[in-house]
């Protein structure tokens, strides 16, 4: 099983509908967790991040942690085709980036319908 | 501001070819890492550079080798291409994130290398 298990999609839906993404991992450890959004041909860029469990809601964008379950989501609200993008959850535990303990899901990719 | 810089954009090379791939932040950011996105595989980290001067090795160091050049430049070297080694290659640069003991990373917008 892999550390972080993440469907690829695609995953395509009409303007203004919600969209959920989730994340799924076997690590216990992990105590941060993060979503990153990357356009075509671009590179990924941080979009939220939360501590443990709990969540955290920035604009249309809420992201959800339940540890008990392992389990992550990030929701879309009134969804828009600038939304149109592949989106990674990343996970870590106490300490991440420089130590080298990002784990990356292997990103869904949205497209969001005009 | 530039960010994160990555050159080459694109590269073709054939199998056993060598080439750097060079990476440049103007950030002040002390860590850089290297990673390669692969269909179905995900971000995968090859090294990383914790400081000026230290390297390690990451998730899929074989077949690469890193210089930390100073603090802004962290090169990836490919010294015998193989096919394999077809991906997209991102340098990223991390900074803390505030009041926690976790970073950001700044990734630059890749290299598409191709191996034949």
């Known amino acids: 099983q892999k550390e972080v298990e993440q469907d690829p999609g695609p995953l395509s839906v009409p303007e203004g509908a919600i969209v959920s993404l989730n994340c799924t991992y076997s690590n216990s450890a992990f105590q941060y967790f993060m979503w990153y959004r990357q356009y075509s041909r671009k590179g990924p860029e941080l979009l939220m991040y939360t501590y443990s469990s709990g969540n955290k809601e920035d604009g249309r964008f809420t992201a959800q942690v339940d540890k008990s379950s392992k389990y992550i989501s990030l929701f879309i609200r009134d969804s828009q085709p600038s939304d149109s993008a592949t989106y990674l959850c990343a996970m870590s535990g106490n300490y991440g980036g420089s130590q080298g303990n990002l784990i990356f899901g292997k990103g869904t990719k949205l497209s969001v319908k005009p | 501001n530039a960010g994160v810089t990555q050159t080459p954009k694109f590269q073709v090379l054939k199998t056993g070819q060598s080439m750097t791939l060079q990476c440049a932040q103007d950030?002040?950011?002390?860590?850089m890492y290297w990673y390669r996105q692969d269909p179905g595989m995900g971000l995968r980290l090859i090294y990383y550079s914790a400081s000026e001067g230290t390297t390690d090795k990451g998730e899929v160091p074989n077949g690469y080798n890193v210089s930390r050049l100073n603090k802004r430049e962290f090169s990836l070297r490919l010294e015998s291409a193989a096919p394999s080694q077809t991906s997209v290659y991102f340098c990223a640069s991390s900074e803390w994130l505030s009041g926690t003991t976790n970073e950001k990373l700044f990734f630059g917008s890749g290299t598409q290398l191709s191996v034949l």
């Open positions: 950030m002040n950011h002390n860590s």
